[in-house]
């Protein structure tokens, strides 16, 4: 065997007279998921958060609790079934779409033990409950990663995306293709592309992991793999049939072939892609490289590390290199996205990267383990007893580090803020909003909790948008709109004279025109300069 290059693991523990799958080791994936749900539904946001960058909420509860279009790139395929989720008796709206993220986070978690599982099949295809086990420490030490866990809380699309990613992973390790997994694979990733866009980076690194060389009728795969990616694409036709509705939450009306492709390609979103100064790379690159050992802690790194090293293998020598490229690109893919992403939260797009680093975790845990049993091999037993010990302890100690910052059980700071503007804003009122947190909160409140239908809501920053114009003359009549290029001062002045006027937060260039001062947690506007 040592010619043939390296081995992940020995056959263990069962004669070949015993059946491909072991029933207590195949339920490695459901418990390790049930585990991972637990500790997110602990955890969840009680109602709306804006913690862990998660101010998006607001925006895509209410566009999917009213049909509506949220801001690019309309995430149709969330909205759908996070409203379908949502019909689900679990407490509040937000509460619910909470609840969808960590249902998606920790059905992710158990494909991926599923998938490591695979990785770690003996010649024979059979399934040991040493390779369970370890497939199901390496997925929960996934789960219990910060990014991933900050996720599996809130109302965000990453959970859901993590989900799509790791069924795609699954289905690129199926040997051998067959029309029927081609199909499923196209079908998951257009889908998961009308969750978020970003699915796309996989396709090179996937495509290297479920290449099996040429089949024997290649183009029945082709035509199978793109039937099923036409057929989930067609999921965004749920974009400009909902736009139609006219519905309360209508971000860019897609109602026409220029403002869908502006909405589905986040055409708004450009300037942040590969915008981040060269300057400022290195500074990226160290965070990037931090963030590692928080994600998977120091022995989790070094273990990724031994497992990258010795090759994704299929336990027979077969597919060493076209494992590692391709595993390889999808870590590269994704951090070179994030890296290069100009916003304040473009780690989540390391989550799929955290996830294949959690197979390389299993690699190498299994070579600890052979290497273990092979030196001690008087006492061989202990030996792997404690190997499996020390890495059954790297996600309970992940959990416990992390619980403190992660945990969103007591966070209230969103709905304390909506109640206290909702009921200090007198009747009729103006509220200008300058940050997407308060414009999306306030469309949670008005649209799906019902409050305060009476409040005039302006996002400052959608002004430069005809296409808001046109919706807030067809929504609010008495709203007085100063000419197309219209201002935030411009609105508020003109506004002023016919009713309370309002900013939600203050900003340099609004505050150069305006006179406004503190009311609570809002500025009241009292003249225009």
Known sequence: MASEGPTIIRPMGRPKSFPRSHPPAG????????????????????????????????????????????????????????????????????????LFSATAAAAAVGVLCLCAQRLLEDDAGRRSWRSAAIAAAAALLAATGPI???????????????????????????APPRPGIAFAAGLTLGLGLGNHLTLALALPGLAVLAWRGAPRRPWRL?????????????????????????????????????????????????????????????????AWAGLWARQLTWPGVALALAGAAAGIDDGAGRGHRRRLLGTALLVAAYSAYAITYDTADSYVYLIPAYLVAALWVARGAAAVAVWTEDLFASRRQWAVAVVFAVLALLPALSAVRHAPAISLRYDREATAWLADVTQRLPPGALLITLQDRHTFALAYARWVEGRRDDVIVVDADLLAYPWYHAQLRRRHPSLVLPGDRLTAPGLAGANLPLRPVFLASTRDDVMAQLFAVPDGPIWRVTDSR
């Open 27 to 98: 339920l490695a994936p459901l418990l390790a998921a049930a585990a991972a749900l637990l500790l997110y539904a602990v955890t969840a946001a009680p109602s709306l958060t804006w913690a862990h960058h998660g101010a998006d909420g607001g925006d895509l509860i209410a566009a999917a609790m009213t049909g509506g279009v949220p801001h690019p790139s309309g995430y149709p395929t969330y909205c759908l079934l996070g409203r379908l989720f949502a019909l689900l008796p679990l407490g509040p709206a937000a509460r619910r779409f909470a």
């Open 148 to 174: 991933l866990w900050s996720q599996a809380v809130i109302a965000e699309v990453y959970a859901l995306n993590a989900l799509f990613f790791a069924l795609g992973l699954h289905l690129a390790l199926h």
């Open 222 to 286: 082709a035509a199978t793999l793109a039937a099923g990616l036409v057929l989930g694409l067609t999921v965004y036709a749920y974009l400009p049939l909902a736009a139609r509705r006219d519905p309360p939450v209508n971000w860019g009306d897609p109602r026409t072939w220029e403002r869908f492709v502006a909405v589905v390609t986040g055409r708004v979103y450009r300037p942040y892609l590969l915008g981040v100064p060269l300057a400022s790379l290195p500074a990226r690159l160290g």
